[in-house]
């Protein structure tokens, strides 16, 4: 069955470096995977997706992700991170051996320091 | 843009009592899911329907069941609110690829119900 790990619950930075955020995924058959963003009391955004074309897929608000078939990785990235960036985010898998249902992650929490 | 709309962002219910949270898109989308939120644990899937009137268990269905009776609209109901119902919850919908029940597409999400049971 597809699962997701994020490998960090917390990660914490200084605004102005830069940013990663770790997922491992494991999958059966050609993932599609997801980065979503939560800001508090606020729902899901879609941060970026891959799903089966360019390994290096660039999202919103300057973060990007590459997919890493033989890590299976897909850690996020971001060079400067910026106060606005402190939310929860998730890693999402979907894949035909698991219908297709995106499968969360169980979130890491950015924390942004001036 | 897509909209996913959720009835109620915070709900406070007592034991025993019996709990509807509503769900509507507005994109015609044909999949449509219910999760919950807590903390360290992410997002589980409750249940998910990918046609009108079909619905299938996910991860945690236990206490929970759930109604598609028009395409646009997914409602979660909790048949006898208990206080480890207490949670967020988040609806999702998603158009399908292609004529099987194809999820392989991105996700929308409602801004979620806070639901407190006492």
């Known amino acids: 069955a597809q699962s997701v790990t994020q490998l960090d619950s917390h990660v914490s930075v200084s605004e102005g470096t830069p940013v990663l955020l770790r997922c491992n995924y494991s999958?059966?058959?050609?993932?599609?995977l997801f980065w979503y963003v939560q800001h508090p009391n606020k729902g899901l955004q879609l941060l970026l997706k891959?799903?089966?074309?360019?390994?290096l897929v660039k999202g919103i608000n300057g973060f990007e992700a590459e997919f890493k078939k033989s890590e299976t990785s897909f850690h996020l990235t971001k060079p400067s991170a910026h106060m606005s960036d402190a939310a929860e985010y998730f890693c999402?898998?979907?894949?035909?051996?698991?219908?297709?249902?995106?499968?969360f992650g169980r979130g890491t929490s950015l924390i942004v320091h001036p | 843009d897509v909209k996913v709309t959720q009835s109620s962002r915070y709900l406070v219910k007592r034991t025993g009592e019996k709990v509807f949270l509503e769900c509507v898109q507005d994109m015609d989308h044909e999949n449509m899911f219910w999760y919950r939120q807590d903390p360290g644990l992410g997002l589980r899937l409750i249940y998910f329907?990918?046609?009108?009137?079909?619905?299938e268990k996910g991860d945690i269905p236990e206490g929970y069941s759930v109604s598609r009776e028009k395409k646009e609209r997914f409602s979660l109901i909790l048949e006898s609110a208990s206080t480890n119902q207490t949670s967020m919850y988040l609806c999702?919908?998603?158009?399908?690829?292609?004529?099987?029940?194809?999820?392989?597409?991105?996700?929308?999400f409602g801004q979620g119900t806070r639901l407190t049971v006492v």
């Open positions: 329907s990918y046609d009108v009137k079909m619905k």
């Open positions: 999958s059966s058959y050609s993932p599609s």
């Open positions: 999702a919908s998603s158009h399908s690829s292609n004529s099987l029940p194809s999820l392989n597409t991105e996700a929308f």
């Open positions: 999402v898998v979907s894949d035909r051996g698991g219908s297709y249902i995106p499968t």
């Open positions: 891959y799903t089966s074309a360019a390994t």
